[in-house]
Every structure is written in C-alpha cells, then in structure tokens.
C-alpha cells in the first residue's frame, strides 16, 4: 500500500513541469477610510466566472487569468463597487491590483447587493469560524469535491473530533454517537429514516445538494435541547447558474472476486425491483405460498451513478427568483465474509466462520431551491429534498455445514441461517424559510417545514435449517417462527418552525449589543407496524439449501399439515413527540470580549401506545397492550464567550445544560431481530439524561487557509442511557439507564497548513489537515448491571480516541491536477454493556461486555480537468480493507481463563469508482 501511495505522488509530481498557459492576477483590498483589510469583498475579472474572495488580510489570488487586457471589479456589501481597467495580464506571470473601497455615498434603500460570501469555500467557512462566538466547524462543496467525498456522512467525518463507523454509518461527534447528536437542514431538524436510529442516515444526502455541513460542538438557546455532543447542520445548495452532468461506475474488490462476481446473489425481493423502486407482488399471508423462498441471481454487479445540476435567475414582478435543481441516481453493490459466534454466560451459544452478506443498494436523490427577493430587505426561500433509497440485503452463515446452534432441533450442529430483507424508505423534505430587516437594528427570521418519511421492509424471508448431509437438510424447529415472512413499514409525520427576532441596541466599532428573541415547535408522529406469519416445518425435509422452495411452496404438504402456518397480532405502536420552546438571548461585544449569554424554556412530551408480544404489563398482567406518557419540563441556561489576543487568535469558552431524550423505538417493546439473530428491545422504564457541558477553546488562524487550535472540554451525563445485555434467559438487548453518572474529558488538537505554498500562478500546493481528539469516559454501574466485581465502565457507543488526516496535491493549473489522501482512525469502543444473568452467582455467569475494535480507514482521490467541459476523477474507498470486529471477553467455566474471543469479523473491500463530469455551460 506504501509503495502505492508513493507511486501516485510521483505521479502528481511529474506534472509540475507542464509549460504555464495563463497569468494571474493578485492583490489587497482595503478600507478606504480606516485602512483596514476587507475580509471576504468579492474580486473577478469583469466578463468571465473568474474571481475570488478576500482572505483575512484582504489578500486575493485569481489564477489562471487568460492572456490579455482585462478589467477588474471589487464589490463589498455597503461599499461602492471599484474597477480598474486596462489590466494587462501576461503568460506565467502575476499581475498586482490593489483596490481600496469608499462607503457608499448611494441611500442604502436604492443599494442593490450584487455579490454574496460563497460558503462553499474553505476561506469563507474559516472566516466563518473564526467571526463566530460558538465553537463550531465547517467543511464547504468545494473541499468535499477536492477530497472526493460522496455524501454527508463521509463529509461530516472530515472535521476534527468526527468520525464515521463503518460498520453502522452512523457519525460520532467527540466519541458520542447518535444517541447524544442533533440533525438538522438549513437550521430546521429533519427526521430518522430508521426505526433504528435518532438521526438521519447522513449517506442518504448526496454532496451533489450540500453547499456546506457545519458541526456546532457546544450548545447554545436556539438549538433544541435534546443534543449532547452536537448538532450537524447540512445547508442545502442554492443558486448555480450553470448546467452539468456527471456519470461514473463503481465496483467493489470483493464484489470481483473469484466465485461471487459471477454468482452474485440477492434477496427474492430483487426480481420485483426497477430502478430502486419496489413493485410487491404478494401480501405477506399470500406470499407464505406463492412467491418463492429462494435467493435471486443477480448479473453484472457493477454499479453506476448519474447525475444532473443546473440554475437559473429569472425575474419575477421585475423581482429575482432564483431556480436551482438536482437529480442523482446510483446503484451499488457490495459483499463481505465473515465470522459470527454468540456466548451466553461465558459458554459457546451460537458460532459461524462462514458468514456471508450480498448488498445492493439504490439512491435517488432530488433537491428543488426557490429563492426569491422582494427587496434588499426581504426575501423567502424554498427548500424540498427527495430522497428514495432500496436496500436489498441477503445474509448467510452456516453454507459450509460447520454451524452450530445451542439445543437446536434436530442437531447442534450443521446450523444454517438465511436472511433476505429488503429495506425501502422515502424522504421528503419541504422547507419555507423568510428573512427580513424591518430596520436596520431589527431582523426577523422564520422558518416551518413539514417533513415526511415512509420506511419499509415489505418482505422479509428468514430460514433457520440443518445441513444433515450433502442430499438432507432438516428445517430446524425449536419455535414456528424459524421459517418465516414478514413485513414492517414506518409511516412519520412532522411539522417543525422556529422564529426569532434580533434587536440590535448598540453597534459601534468595539461596543455592541443585541437581544434576540425567540420560539420554536416540533409536532412529530409515527405509526408502527410489524407483522410476521410462521412456518412450523418440524421433520420435513429437502434436499439442498438452495431450493427450499421444494417444501415450503409445495401446496400438498400444507393440506396434510407437514407444514402449518402460523398467523399472530401484529405488533403495533405509535408515538407522538410534541416539543415547545421559547428563549431569550443577548449578545454582546465589549473590546475584545465578546460573547453571548441565554436562557431557554423547552417543554417536551413523549406518548407511546403499544400493542407488541412478549410484553406484559407488570402491574396488572395484561398481555401485549400499554402505554406512557412522558413530561420534561426544563430551564436551560447557555453562554459562549470570546476573547480576541489578536488579529490572529482568539479564545473561547462555553458552557451549557443539555437533555437527551429517550427515543421512541427505545421506549417502545418492540423486538428487532437482526440478521445475525441478536435481539434489540425496548424499554417503556427509560428515563432522560440531564447534561452539563463546559468547553475551552484556542483558535490561530495564521493566514487565509490555516489554522491552529486546541480544545479541552468535558460533559457530566445523569442518568446515561445505554445498550446492554439483559439479565435472564433471553440474551436479547435492550435499551437502560445502567448508572447514575457518566463523565467524559476530552483534548481536542487540529491544524492546517501548506507544505508548499503557491506563491505565483499554476505553482503547485500541498496542503495538510491534522486532527486528535483523546477522550476519558467512567460511568458508575446501578447493582443490576454489576458482574464479576465490576462497578464502573466506559459509556456504550464511544471512542476514546479519533484520528484524522487529508493530504491534499493541486498543480494549480489551467487544467488542474488534483489528488487527496485522507485518513482516519477510531479506537475500540463498547457495542453493548455487559450484564450479569444471574445476580445471585454474577461471577461466573454474566455476559462481558461486546467490544467493536478500532481501525483505520484511508481513501484516496485523483481527478484532471480535460478540458473546459470535460473532467475525470478517480476514487479509491477502505485501501487498507481493514478486519471490521468485535469481540467479548470469555471466562472459561472451571479454570477461569479469560480469553479475548472475536464474536463478529468481516471485511467491506475496496470501493473504486472512475466519473466523468461533462459541462454543457461552455
């Protein structure tokens, strides 16, 4: 891999030497009444789509400027526009042009803003960062697009303390996962498309609609309570006037594979599967006999991608409206083998070395913006995503007659399992969002969107046999439900908006004032639905794995009940999450102080009602019927503060009280099954965690594209809810507060730098970004969850330590050359806690806790502009292809030797894709 590596940047060094085609134009900008650098003034060259922003000291640089005389422009809000003419610009080298900009002398009402901060550029975000008094962080379309990035959870993952699990997808900010995380569109929250989850699946958003993802690590009075370790914000693109396309074709090195590129399974569920979109033949009582029980075959496993983009500014009643639209579609697919073993109480439960799993995926994804301005004063903007991903998944284990299964009938041993499941959800997303400055101290802002989402697993085939020789396999039967096909379909409703109004009282150079008032509501809903019909298949037997449609669709064994179905309830829960808030804000600037200090009132009421098996109540012994109805009632003080040392850095401090609150799918009793077979429950007894956060933050920003800085926080969680293993015969999972406090510490270090700097135009730039966060966890443990004289463990879901690093090569060239090498590392962290299954005899019949092993991820990208209207990009996903495991602690029975036992291992290859953008605007 080394030798890789080095060879691609022998490659990019060899083109340094291409012969310079253009000029380039530099230069300051600077007021013209106080000499001060204007950060963020627009510069271009007139009559082109060249130009650039200002750095922080007012510096620019337009590269690759055609031979020639030109006219320069500079615009700044609230300044007069300056040009200066006759610029001649000549091949290899740098012309200086200095601009120094005059206050408008024009009354502000006839001022027509013409130029905006593009916050797709990693200046402007950095701007951003560094103006901002929260601590937060940025990474913009135009960094995702030079590191390859394809959706919004690689991309969030790229900023310091963030870190994707390859595993689940899911983001973790400072080593807390999505228990502890807020989502949210354009500053408007955006619901879960799984049953499985708080947040949104942020693979889902393509950067193809992602002008910039911003993590907010500290809260603050206009963010929602219910967020710990942070929010991630993705602001949607909007107005490009330009039209492109993009096509690209992806594979996987394990899909190319001897033995599974040409016999690449999936689930039955393929056959029924156009373009993504699902067509269910069957209900699930009728597919029990009529659709097959036998996998599908799946030719040519390459995947593809295709996508469109394109703008308009028209005038409406002599008014801007600004149009702006996109369109993707992808398929992809993806193998990966392993290993699977179960324990209970130290002793060998369930064990698999031949764990396979088949995996293709669809997406489409479509975003619409609307903007239109009344005036310099008021305008409104319109937001609606549509997101519709197909999942099919066929998982397997036990193919080479080496599983075993604990007390299974008919034999331990020769255990197969197979699990098809497709999983289809829509998202959409409509956003209605207004701004206006009713004077020049008072803004009002508002927003309301209304959100829906519809996931489903239409038909869900589960078998659970033994392999009795090479011509016999037995269906296994310890309940009816081993053979089985069910459904599930998640139907969620959501209203949310917010309002708030600022008023400025002071605005002088270093004295300034504001209050900002505000309110915001969330209405959101969901019905719930499962249900599964079972085959008791006792005694009856086939001949191969592979066609055990010759029982189960076999109509003679069902009349002479060698096969019975078995109907149950459907299991069925709804939920309904109402939350009010109001706070009050002041923001304030003194010198170099500088901060905000708010309180907020946030009232919040959970109600679930059920109707699930293996659920009764324990007060009055009713089955399968229950329900809860939760208040939370919080005051909820904030503050940030900033300290300006100099120009250059600053201080930070923060600190704020948090809730996290329990979501529906871990207060309802709803038992998931996953493919492995481990059982996820919830748990109507779950109580919310109370947080207390404090940050410390130095921030240096020594030019327009680096900074430095350095972070120690620490969270107080009461109350911490986590997954673990229950007490008791069933092994399943559920969902618990197991302690009274948890306490996390944490450093957080990141730089960006240049190792070498383009001092003049089409000379090459390598830049670097570093980032470490180390974290500290201890969380007691309540009597129940006490074991083998454990008292205190590290909290479920979190890393201890996170690593990232981009290197990232430009030729800076007419037609650029550009290459990214990006990596990342996230230690062991806890899966599940573990439990005692038998307080009375805890050290020795307990279940360690489940641990997902730390690993390191890097990826590369390469990409050349051909031309004006063509380009090229390679992407190279998981080089190393590192082990994906978990594993538990073992103490034998007897001797008492504890042995570290891998419980779960698979590897997820190497994703490769080549794109070709075309440009159709030249």
Known sequence: MTKQVLLVLLLTLSSFGLYA?????????????????????SVFVDGTTLGTVTDFDGNYTIPNVPVGTVTVKCSFISYETSSKENINVSEGNSQSVDFVLGESTIA??????????????????????????GIKQSIGAQELAAQGVSDAAAAASKISGVTKNEGSGDVYVRGLGDRYLSTSMNGLPIPSDDVDKKNIDLNLFSTDIIKNITINKTASTDKYADLTSGNVDIVSKTLSEKISIGLSAKTNTNVLKNGVFDNFRASQNNNDVTLGFYDRP?????????????TAKRDFPLGYEFSVLAGKKVKLFQKDLSIFATL?????????????????????????????????????????NLAY????????????????KTKDELYESGRNGEGYV????????????????LKETTLWVNQLLGSHNLSEKNKLQWAVAYNTVKAEEPNRIRNEVNILDENTVQFAHVGDFQQRKSQQNIDDKEINGYVKNEYQFLNQDDQKLKLTLGGDFRNKERDFNSLSIGVRAKGVQVSSIDNLNEALVNGNLYAVNRLIIRNRKPDLYNAT?????????????????????????????????????????????????GSLSND??????????????????ALRLAASKTITLPEFKELAPFEYVTPTGRVIAGNPSLKNSENYNADLKWEMFPSAKQLISASVFYKQINDPINLAQTRGSSGNFKYDNTGKQADVYGIELETRFALIKAETTEMPELNVILNATKMWFEQDLLEDFQYNNKTKTDLQGASDLILNGTLSFSNKKEKEFKAALTGNYSSDKIYALGAPEDKQNSATLFNEAIIEKGFITVDMVVSKKLSDRFSLKLTSKNLLNPKIEQSQEIKKLGSGEITDEIVKSYKKGISISLGLKINLNK
């Open 282 to 294: 069957f209900n699930t009582v009728d597919a029990i006999k009529s659709q097959s029980w036998n």
């Open 328 to 368: 993707s579609h992808e398929n992809e697919s993806n193998y990966s083998d392993g290993i699977f073993k179960k324990y209970r109480s130290n002793v060998l439960d369930e064990s698999f070395s031949d764990t396979e799993e088949f995996v293709t995926e669809y997406s489409s994804t479509g975003l619409l």
């Open 373 to 388: 301005d009344f005036n310099k004063n008021h305008n409104i903007n319109f937001n609606s995503v549509w997101i519709k």
């Open 577 to 625: 999450l109402n939350v009010y808030a109001g706070y009050l804000n002041t923001g304030f600037q003194y010198k170099k102080l500088s901060g905000n200090v708010g309180v907020r009132y946030e009232q919040d009421k959970i109600e679930v009602d059920w109707d699930v098996a293996n659920y009764i109540d324990r007060e009055t012994g009713t089955p399968r019927i």
């Open 108 to 133: 502000l009402e006839d001022v027509k803003v013409v130029a905006k901060a593009n916050r797709e550029s990693e200046v402007v975000l950095l701007l951003d960062q560094k103006k901002s008094i």
């Open 632 to 649: 939370y009632n919080y005051v909820l003080p904030s503050f940030n503060l900033k300290y300006q040392l100099n120009d250059k850095s």
């Open 21 to 41: 085609q253009k000029g380039s134009i530099t230069g300051n900008v600077k007021d013209g009444k106080t000499g001060e650098a204007l950060i963020g003034a």
């Open 406 to 421: 604990f007390d299974q009938d008919p034999q331990e041993n020769g255990a197969f399992v197979r699990d098809q499941n």
